[in-house]
């Protein structure tokens, strides 16, 4: 018997017993394996939509102009403290962006079994490329030597607590891990958690809203512009690895227990103080007219967004966002100029979209 499936406007017939058991062999993990790239039926529809998402939202770094930032970072009309966080803006994610998409390929992708799954993460392996793509692109425009921003992952301990925190959680998960076992399943929610809801979900926003509260000043409007660009795919990111998290303990409760969510929460709690001390070594003194006092907040406030999006108790109860004009920032569409260069094909106004308003 023929069933008719439908995914957006598009319409597939399939043989409904066939679809009834590919349907029934997927899974996050250890479901049916193949060589081919089976996406019908689709199983987990949220990634296919994410998926288009993601892909609708395509940037280059190329098609944003350095202009004004080349020459403000030749003037002296730039603050030794503003330079100085442009500098850890590029040297923390050119190392973070790397790990992310390394983990992104070579475990979790790996260790899925669903494809539409692994259709998502390869499309988010990919936008973190052109994440560490832009910063070359930023570094060549400001004239930066590349070894100078590999010395600051190398050298500068916050930066380098920030990056062992996330890497101690991958080193050990490659593709032959036993997923059969509880502890190499709580290993891998671990991970994942970690990854999208500890790192890019709260560690980058100390320096999301530092440097997009210069854009805010007119100041780097080319890498405020990429760090906008960003921050959306980041977005997608977060939502990719929650809801890969959330259907992962759906599907296998046995790792969801008390002792788990506490030493999740805990794990949470580390996050948040090394991206305090992080934002003490990005703002040592209060510049670019905000208080580290209040990005350490903001930093409180998106980590118990992440929680409890987790369904995980929060770490302070109450605490509220100081920062509410990053919303706004996130929010590409409200701007009717903001490519100032040229507009491509893939960026028609129409296709971008964010994944949720709300979200920040
Ligand atoms: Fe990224
Ligand atoms: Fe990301």
């Not at 996406?39 to 098609?63: C, F, I, S, V």
């Amino acid at each position: 018997m023929d069933k008719t499936y439908k995914i957006g406007n598009r319409e597939f017939i399939l043989d409904h017993d066939k679809a009834e058991e590919a349907f029934a062999a997927k899974k996050v993990i250890n479901g049916r394996q193949t060589m081919t790239f089976n996406l019908l039926p689709l199983k987990y529809q949220w990634a296919y939509d994410l998926y288009r998402t993601m892909k609708a939202n395509h940037w280059e770094p190329e098609d944003i102009q350095m202009q004004k930032d080349v020459e403000q970072w030749r003037s002296n009309e730039i603050s030794q403290n503003e330079r100085w966080i442009i500098m850890m803006g590029i040297g923390y994610f050119s190392a973070a962006e790397g790990i992310v998409g390394d983990n992104v390929q070579h475990v979790v992708r790996e260790l899925v079994t669903a494809p539409e799954l692994k259709l998502v993460l390869g499309r988010h392996a990919h936008e973190e490329n052109i994440h560490a793509d832009s910063l070359l692109y930023m570094i060549s425009s400001l004239g930066i030597n590349p070894h100078e921003c590999e010395a600051m992952f190398e050298q500068i301990p916050t930066i380098v607590r920030k990056n062992e925190f996330v890497t101690k959680h991958s080193n050990n998960l490659r593709r032959d891990l036993d997923l059969t076992k509880l502890e190499n399943k709580q290993l891998l929610a671990k991970n994942i958690f970690v990854f999208g809801q500890c790192m890019e979900g709260t560690q980058f926003y100390g320096l999301f809203g530092m440097i997009l509260a210069l854009y805010r000043q007119n100041k780097f409007p080319g890498i405020g512009q990429m760090f906008r660009y960003t921050l959306r795919d980041e977005s997608n990111h977060i939502e990719v690895f929650r809801s890969l998290f959330m259907d992962l303990i759906d599907e296998n409760p046995d790792l969801w227990t008390a002792e788990f969510r506490e030493d999740l929460v805990n794990t949470m709690r580390e996050a948040v103080s090394l991206e305090k001390e992080f934002i003490r070594d990005c703002l040592p003194v209060n510049a670019v007219g905000l208080s580290a006092e209040e990005f350490e907040r903001y930093i409180d406030y998106i980590a118990d967004r992440r929680l409890s999006d987790c369904g995980l108790p929060v770490l302070t109860p109450g605490v509220t966002n100081p920062l509410p004009w990053l919303a706004e920032m996130m929010d590409v569409r409200k701007e009717q100029n903001f490519f100032e260069g040229k507009v491509t094909e893939y960026q028609k106004a129409s296709a971008l979209v964010v994944c949720s308003d709300d979200e920040f």
